[in-house]
């Protein structure tokens, strides 16, 4: 059984910083990708960005780019997501996942269908 562990959410306000971090833990895996998804009140689960393990690529969702950053720490088994001037409409609870699943493309990895772990998410709150 592979297990993510997420920390770092919190109760912010507009245009403070977060870094949320996440390390798998339990059944090794062939990590192909991880990411970081969000789901507000209300909304359907969306796309935040993701980092291909091998290649360090990452991708981005446009509504972040610019203020979030994924990054991955080898040594530390540990991906990152630093968010920076976050707003309002950032607040959700935010999820890591992790993909076993060798994709053709890193732009597979927007998905979540391409996802086989997640955590159990951690709230981000940014008030006005």
């Known amino acids: 059984q592979v297990q993510l562990v997420e920390s770092g959410g919190g109760l912010v306000q507009d245009g403070d910083s977060l870094r949320l971090s996440c390390t798998p833990s339990?059944?090794?895996?062939?990590?192909?990708?991880m990411g970081w998804f969000r789901q507000a009140p209300g909304k359907e689960r969306e796309f935040v960005a993701a980092?291909?393990?091998?290649?360090?690529?990452?991708y981005y969702t446009d509504s972040v780019k610019g203020r979030f950053t994924i990054s991955r720490d080898n040594a530390k088994n540990t991906i990152y997501l630093q968010m920076n001037s976050l707003k309002p409409e950032d607040t959700a609870v935010y999820y890591c996942?992790?993909?076993?699943?060798?994709?053709?493309?890193?732009?597979?990895?927007?998905?979540?269908?391409?996802?086989?772990?997640w955590g159990q998410g951690t709230q981000v709150t940014v008030s006005s």
């Open positions: 980092i291909r393990w091998s290649a360090g690529s990452t």
């Open positions: 339990g059944r090794t895996f062939s990590r192909a990708a």
């Open positions: 996942a992790a993909s076993s699943i060798f994709a053709s493309s890193g732009y597979h990895y927007m998905s979540s269908s391409e996802y086989n772990y």
